[in-house]
Structure formats: C-alpha cells, structure tokens
C-alpha cells in the first residue's frame, strides 16, 4: 500500500485538503531537487508530484515545458529521477511523492522494472499523461501488485464513459484537470468545477484532486472548498524562474507556504444583524 491514502485518511480526519506541489525533477539542476522536496513539505505540501522531465510534453505549457528543457540540459533521465526519490527517502518515509511523466521513458526502461525500480525507490504513485485508461489495465495492476497507485486525470470534457472507466482503474486520488488546454492557460471557473467534482463522486469515492489554473491563495482556497487536494505547478515554477537558481528553493518554500495558509485559513464568521 502507497502512502497516499494514509494521507488524506489523516487529512480528513484534521479537516485539511491536501496541497499537492508540482516541480520539475532536475530543474534546474539534479542537485537541488531533494533539498527543494523537503522545502516544500516543510512549507505544508502534503503529497509531492515530482515531473520526469521529457522532449515533448505535449500536456504541458510553455512554463513546464521550458522547466522540462532545462532539466533535460543538465542531465536529468528516469533513473536520475528515481534516485532522487531514493535520496530524499532516506530522511522522509512520511510524505507521498507521485512522478507525473510521460510513457516514453516507462517504455525504455520497461514497465515491469520500471514499477519494481520505483517502489524501490520510494514512489507511492504515476501519473502518464498519455497512457489511457483503455489501454493500461495491465500497467495498473502492475503497479498495485507494487504498492503503487496509478493516478489518472479527469478533464471537462471526459465523457461518462471516460469517467467511469478511470473510476474503476484509479487508485490514490483522481487530478481532476480544470481547463481544457494545456498547464498554466486560461481561467478558473469555480463554479463550473464544483459541479463537474460533484457528478466525479458519484461514481467513485478516491479523493478528487484540482489543477491546471491555480495561480494563488484566493484560488486554491475557492478550489478547495469543493476539491479534497489542490495541485499547483505552473505558478510555482514561475516563482521559481523569477528568483534563479541560487534562490529558487526559498521562494518556492515561501509561495508553498503562502497556498497553505490560505487553505488553513478559518471560515469568516458573519457578523449578527
């Protein structure tokens, strides 16, 4: 069993979502990537989605997308990856991290060691972006057979068919996309996305997880009061662009601890007429 639903068991039992940090591994450089991990947990991130960097992420807007090609620039390949995962395991056995990636490098590598390598490593999930859930039913046992959960996103536009075939597979929590489009476009309408998560839980009880178009505080915190966890990515590595590499942990830490706040913070209470 992954480490993911001991997460939200206890997150739910403290009346928290579950803020899900996205960062590119290697970006912008291998070294720093454990350190920047662990400035995020301590930041409040309760899960960790760590991206495999690839030449073409076709899901992926442009600030990923250059994030991608920076780590590709230093080095940074799928078994750098899962060392990373390895070394910051050594120091944190708490905090869930899910490498979000593409197939590509799954089927280099081969799906079998690459499953039995990750949770070696310390991965409690994936997320491939371009494995259907028509056609990855085998993978998804593969990886349960690990202890790993196999994560798949929901979009606006995934018909009830979709919908309830990735009820079925998931496992771990569903990221349930936005926008329609790629990471770090558009506008969020709330609204809209409460109604979609409220016709997701019909057919399936896994915590259901909100990104694409979370920007800031207020966000996440509108996000939240409908979604179980907030993903946020594109906005945080803006963050991390804007202060360069000798500060980027720092000011990825301190924006980290900004959403968290914002979710954290209590109700307003109406004052009595």
């Known amino acids: 069993m992954s480490r993911i639903p001991a997460a939200f068991e206890r997150l739910a039992r403290a009346r928290r979502k579950a803020l899900i940090p996205f960062v590119t591994a290697g970006d912008p450089a291998a070294g720093p990537t454990v350190a920047l991990?662990?400035?995020?947990?301590?930041?409040?991130?309760?899960?960790?989605?760590?991206?495999?960097?690839?030449?073409?992420?076709?899901?992926?807007?442009?600030?990923?997308?250059?994030?991608?090609?920076?780590a590709l620039g230093a080095g940074t390949s799928l078994d750098t990856v899962l060392a990373l995962v390895a070394e910051f395991r050594r120091t944190d056995d708490r905090t869930p991290v899910v490498l979000m990636g593409y197939a590509n490098p799954i089927e280099a590598l081969g799906p079998?060691?690459?499953?039995?390598?990750?949770?070696?490593?310390?991965?409690?999930?994936?997320?491939?972006?371009d494995y259907p859930p028509e056609e990855c039913a085998s993978f998804a046992a593969l990886a349960r057979a690990h202890g790993i959960d196999l994560i798949f996103l929901l979009a606006p536009t995934s018909t009830e068919a979709r919908t309830d075939q990735i009820a079925r597979l998931a496992s771990g929590?569903?990221?349930?996309?936005?926008?329609?489009g790629v990471t770090g476009a558009g506008q969020l309408d709330v609204a809209e996305v409460a109604a979609k998560l409220a016709a997701i839980r019909r057919k399936t009880k896994?915590?259901?997880?909100?990104?694409?178009?979370?920007?800031?505080?207020?966000?996440?915190?509108?996000?939240?009061?409908?979604?179980?966890?907030?993903?946020?990515?594109?906005?945080l590595i803006q963050e991390m662009e804007r202060a360069g590499p000798e500060a980027a942990s720092d000011r990825a830490g301190a924006f980290v601890a900004s959403i968290r706040a914002a979710l954290d913070r209590p109700a307003a209470v109406a004052s009595p007429a």
């Open 206 to 235: 896994l915590p259901l997880g909100v990104g694409f178009g979370i920007r800031d505080g207020e966000t996440a915190r509108a996000v939240g009061a409908a979604a179980d966890a907030v993903i946020i990515g594109s906005a």
């Open 112 to 129: 079998e060691a690459f499953v039995a390598r990750a949770r070696a490593a310390g991965v409690d999930g994936v997320l491939v972006v």
């Open 37 to 70: 991990m662990h400035a995020l947990v301590q930041a409040g991130a309760d899960v960790i989605e760590l991206g495999v960097p690839f030449s073409d992420p076709m899901a992926d807007g442009p600030v990923i997308q250059r994030a991608s090609e920076r």
């Open 173 to 180: 929590y569903i990221y349930y996309v936005s926008l329609t």
